[in-house]
Every structure is written in C-alpha cells, then in structure tokens.
C-alpha cells in the first residue's frame, strides 16, 4: 500500500514507500564513480532521486530497472539547490504481494477497472437481443485484459488509465436514462452502439499497461477505429449469421458517430439511436474535458484555456 504522495514530500524527512520509475540510468559522477539516476513518480508529481551506493552486489539488479517498473524505496529527502531529491538507501521490485493500486502512480479513471468492466458486462447480458448479446459479450470478454488498463485516446478526453472503460460506462448509465425519457428509442441497439462504437481504439492506439500512449499503431495511423470498427464488426456479424440489418445499422452508428467528415464521419446518423449515440460521446467528452478544466479553480475563479473546449476559461461556481 502507498502512504505518501510525492506532492506531499519534503525535505528533511525520511521516507519508505512505492513509486514508479519514469526515468532511470547509471551515470558517471565527477569522482569518477558509478550511481544511479532516477526519476520517481507517482499520480501527484515526479520526484528525482539518486542512489550514490553502486557497486558490484546491486549494479546488474539497478540496470535492469526500466520505466513503468513500480518499485519499493527507502531514503532521506533532501534539498539540492532548491530542488527537492532524495537519496535512496534502498530499492527493490514492488510485488503482487505489496498489493498497490495503479491508480496511485499514473492518471487514473476514478472507479477501479474490475468494477466498471462487470458493470458493462451486466448491462449487456441485460439485452433481450441475443444477437447484440452475443456480440458484445464476444468483444469484450475477448479483450478483458486490455480493456483493464486501456485509455480512450492518446491526449483528449479520457487519456488514462481504464479511461476507455470509463467512457463506456458513463455513455451505458445516460443511455439507460434518456431510454426512460425517450421510449421509440430501442434500448439494446443504444447499448449496442455504446458498446461497440469506440472498441477498436484498442488496436487503433497504442498502450503500455499503465494506460500511457506512444502513439498510434500502423492500422490506427492508416485507418483510424472507426474503419477499423466497421470491419471487425462486419465480420464477427457474418461470423455468428447476424443479420444484414442488424450487422449495417451497428456498422453505421461506428460511422456516424463523430457526426463531421472532417472529424472521421461520412455519413452523420440516420436512426435515432445513431443520433443518439453522437450525442450520448459528445456529451461525456465535454464533462470530463469540464472537470478536468476545473482541478484546482478555486470557487468563483476562471480557469486556464481549455484547448478540447474551443480555448474557453471556465468558471468554477461557489456553491
């Protein structure tokens, strides 16, 4: 378990907790001598350290430490030139055992993945269609692993950890309210298009399993998810016998979904789900690009430009 922030460390202190490593190298010092460079970090900011001790019995274990590796450190803070750095005493692998949350370490979405994956499986076996079920339930349980960590994209809304998921929850739980309001609206065609329209963002971005992005794969950058949506979905509908209406009204909700040729749609929607569906992504995109414009506004203060935003300065109320 994590019991200190880096954003909370200072100085003068003795500390033992578990970072991640964001950078790390052995360098030469001025006395000629070996150490060990390393850059910490954690959900609230980045901490430098220096391990001065190397030698024969640790240098292998110390280059064999690489970015991402969540560790186990123990060291003094100290102040150097202004700056605060810690001297590391110790520092070993962290372990299934030390039980750590990745939350703490990287830009996380607010519930834990497990939670929000069988959430969105529940509302898909809660489909009458046994088409749409068995095709949802094919997509997901086939990507379990990568869903868990996913983002929904490499810098705009929803870029961290289990940041996909979180998306398609928050779609799943508006759409299930606006069904309530609007009754012609087929329920498990919206959960469907929820569901489906940005899964192929798994192949189209490319991840490490802490949720950060390098950058696009060689389909993404040629494709992009919505062509490849299509084409999966194409084919596990021929797969499992769909039906041809059924298969082209979900290939249609992935192509209309951003609603603008300019942002990757051709045709914009043509059904009220596929309406509906634009507007339930729109809709979440813009709350999160608003709450994170927010983090740190004081009450009755507008914020910096946010770019997703048109440049807008939001305003944070107070009350």
């Not at 749409?132 to 983002?151: T, V």
């Not at 398609?168 to 606006?178: C, E, V, Y």
């Not at 009754?183 to 798994?202: C, F, M, P, Q, Y």
Request: one cysteine or more.
């Amino acid at each position: 378990m994590k019991n200190v922030n880096v954003i909370d460390i200072k100085p003068n202190t003795n500390i033992t907790d578990f970072f991640m490593i964001k950078a790390t190298s052995i360098k030469v010092g001025s006395n000629g001598k070996e150490y060990h460079d390393v850059m910490l970090t954690d959900a609230t900011g980045d901490l430098s350290a220096k391990k001065w001790d190397v030698d024969e019995n640790n240098i292998e274990f110390l280059k064999s430490l690489k970015v991402g590796d969540l560790v186990k450190v123990r060291g003094a803070v100290t102040d150097w030139k202004g700056q605060t750095q810690l001297r590391i005493n110790q520092i070993r692998l962290a372990t299934e055992e030390d039980e750590l949350e990745m939350s703490d370490f990287v830009k996380s979405a607010p519930e834990k993945p497990i939670d929000m994956y069988e959430y969105i499986i529940g509302e898909i076996n809660a489909m009458q269609d046994e088409d749409f079920k068995k095709l949802c339930l094919h997509l997901y349980e086939g990507n379990k692993e990568k869903l868990m960590y996913y983002p929904a994209a490499m810098s705009n809304h929803h870029a961290e950890y289990g940041g996909l998921l979180y998306h398609i929850k928050r779609m799943m739980m508006s759409a299930n309210k606006l069904c309530e309001v609007y009754t012609n609206l087929s329920r498990d065609l919206l959960i469907a298009g929820v569901a489906i329209h940005d899964i192929e963002k798994l192949n189209e971005i490319l991840s490490d399993k802490n949720g950060i992005s390098p950058g696009y794969s060689f389909k993404g950058q040629m494709l992009g998810h919505i062509v490849q949506g299509i084409t999966l979905v194409n084919d596990l509908c021929r797969e499992f016998g769909i039906s041809e209406e059924k298969a082209v009204l979900l290939e249609h909700m992935i192509l209309s979904h951003h609603y603008e040729p300019e942002f990757g749609s051709p045709k914009k929607p043509l059904f009220p789900e596929a309406e509906m569906l634009h507007y339930l992504d729109i809709v979440d995109a813009r709350m999160f690009d608003m709450e994170e414009g927010l983090k740190g506004v004081s009450d009755g203060e507008f914020g910096d430009r946010v770019w997703p935003l048109d440049n807008r300065r939001l305003y944070k109320r107070t009350f």
